[in-house]
DNA sequence: GAGTGGTCTAGACCACATC
DNA sequence: ATGTGGTCTAGACCACTCA
């Protein structure tokens, strides 16, 4: 059972979706809604800051608060899962394992994945499609204690995320993007079927457990023209960070 | 005077910064916080609630709170404004308007901007620097209300937003930002100095005042050698939103 | 000046983690 | 069993917006 904050976190964002308070429209003063749902002002506030979070809805001290955007922003679950992902928007996901081999771990993964020592790390190159057209190289690197889970997952599995949780029941908490822009190589334009040096996409990514684990680390490189990525920001809240050179170190 | 839950959240940001409380240690009990700073629990819970959305720190239900980043996020303002970006990391922003005209609204200035009518809209066309090196090309579009403010700015000003805010006190407060990636065109070669079709990181984002009233949009290309972008992410806090297609519209 | 959001308190109960 | 974070309440005061 949600809690009720979130409930009520969820029902106004259906009522803005549907356009019950359109784009530029007040919402109900905190105590209208405490009364209409019969909670505390404390719980109402704690829906609208989810809201105000993801972009959804200004506000002001003393103004009631404005509806921003309608668009929801999607779950973390659909972010750091390629097929949960394509599932929400009715699309079919599929996916290939290219390569896939053990390694040392250098003394990068070492400091990514914060291994203790210089053991193996695994290596998975996957590529990844939408409705069938390849929109996705992903290069992934496992650390070594979830790797003998991730090597018992078909090759052509669809979704690892759901494979992983189902065999371990890990689940991915927390994960850093670093994004950027490069030139399609000759393996990305092979795989992606896109002519040498054409822009992709490139989302550096690390992936962790609730207690702050590493998982995962992966570069995965997407058509620009078939997938993009947007952010919401305000005063209260900025989760998008500009930076200078190269910078997955942090 | 800052509030006392933001002076405890800023006071947390530096502790991890400098280390007090490294990556993957366990912060204070909320209990203990409260004691130590003297104030109740709600107050603490509002400020490590900041540090959680900015992704510096996860929490489980049951257990202590874990420290998952050191870097701290950008302020909203260091977003929006290059130049106070740029200023805050050390470096000297400078600025070149390339060219300005004012245009007649196209359907799509008036759907983004919420024009009322189909009026004129100013385009600027700017060339940015960081320590005298070409890294931004800047296509602006303002609304008509802000369009003579914009056109009384120099065209080397470094920082827009200060000028306009100056002039107008306008305070830019919410924005919402695309990010794909872009061949460069032959202008942007030109004015980047770099090879035609080679990747650049691009943003397109609108800017709103705090009413939600919009008052810029813009195609923003970076040369990802020199400027990328992070974004943390949470089961709790998902503010990146991955997208299929030219997505722009929403 | 009335309404609204921002802040803070003091206390309560529950679910979950850890030992 | 104990400690911890998650949730919720009822009330208070202040700062701000807007008519």
Redesign the interface.
């Known amino acids: 059972m949600a809690a009720r904050h979130e409930e009520i976190a969820e029902e106004l964002r259906r009522a803005i979706d549907d356009g019950e308070y359109a ?2 429209a007040l919402l109900p003063a905190e105590t209208g809604l405490a009364g209409r749902y019969g909670v505390s002002r404390g719980t109402v506030r704690q829906a609208v ?1 989810a809201l105000t ?3 959804l809805i ?1 506000s ?1 001290q003393g ?1 009631r608060r ?6 929801r ?8 899962s390629f097929a949960q ?1 394509a599932r929400a ?1 009715g ?1 079919r996901a599929s996916g290939l394992v290219v390569a896939r081999e053990r390694r040392r771990a250098t003394a990068e993964d070492v400091a990514r994945l ?1 291994l203790r020592d210089d053991g193996e790390v695994l290596h998975v190159l996957r590529v990844r499609g ?1 409705d069938g057209e390849r929109v996705l190289v992903e290069r992934t690197v496992y650390a070594d204690w979830i790797a003998p889970a991730v090597e018992r997952v078909e090759d052509d599995c669809e979704s690892v995320t759901a494979r992983l949780y189902q065999e371990t029941g890990l689940v991915f ?11 399609a190589g000759a393996r990305d334009a092979e795989l992606l079927g896109v002519r040498r ?6 989302v550096r990514r690390v992936t ?1 457990t ?3 684990r590493p998982v995962e680390w992966s570069d995965d490189r997407y058509r ?24 997955f170190g ?1």
Chains 1, 2 share one sequence.
């Open positions: 784009v530029g800051a979070a993801e972009g200004g002001r103004a404005v509806v921003l955007a309608s668009r922003s999607q779950s973390f679950e659909e972010l750091r992902w928007m699309r914060q939408l908490a927390y994960g850093k993007h670093l994004i950027d822009a490069v030139s040096t054409s822009p992709l996409l490139r962790t609730a207690a702050g620009p023209d078939a997938v993009n990525f947007s952010v919401h920001n305000s005063i209260g809240s900025n989760p998008l960070a500009r930076q200078a050179g190269p910078g942090g």
